[in-house]
């Protein structure tokens, strides 16, 4: 069964390296960074909204397990202050991909949601890069509605 764990200090300098990689690739990827400077400008936003790892206060750092105690992957929430309520954001979801499509992902949302209630907490936000269907379609099954969509138009295709 899967489990939603806290994140341990030994792990958190993999996930950071790893989180900061991946956001460099998927705002590369979006087109909102240019390549030469994506990983350096991540690794500062993660710095600047991490600045004291696992213990960093109103965040939240776990780690996907599965039954047999290996890292699926991971999730990272922040409780935040919008429009006057306090709610929790997700800023980060991964599994690894020997992981993927065996129920990690959604199992521990509906873990997080327990959590996310605790905290007192009214509501789960997150974004996710349009590209990224397989998300979209998790998330939406999960019972995520969008709110907004950003749409860019770039002229140097032209």
């Not at 994140?7 to 390549?35: C, H, I, T």
């Not at 206060?57 to 429009?83: M, S």
């Not at 939406?140 to 509605?145: R, S, V």
Request: aromatic fraction near 10%.
């Amino acid at each position: 069964m899967t489990q939603l764990c806290p994140m341990s200090a030994d792990y958190f300098p993999q996930f950071k390296q790893k989180l900061a990689e991946d956001y460099a690739s998927e705002n590369v990827k979006s087109g909102r960074w240019l390549e030469h400077n994506a990983l350096a400008r991540s690794q500062g936003v993660m710095e600047e909204l991490l600045p004291q790892g696992v213990a960093t206060p109103d965040n939240y750092l776990f780690e996907i397990k599965t039954d047999h105690g290996e890292t699926a992957g991971c999730i990272w929430l922040a409780d935040v202050e919008r429009q006057g309520e306090r709610s929790a954001f997700i800023y980060e979801v991964a599994v690894y991909p020997e992981f993927r499509r065996q129920g990690h992902a959604r199992a521990a949302f509906l873990q997080l949601e327990e959590k996310v209630r605790e905290l007192g907490l009214k509501s789960i936000g997150l974004n996710v890069f349009y590209h990224n269907s397989g998300a979209q379609a998790l998330y939406a099954g999960l019972g995520y509605a969008p709110t907004n969509l950003t749409m860019v138009k770039n002229l140097a295709d032209e």
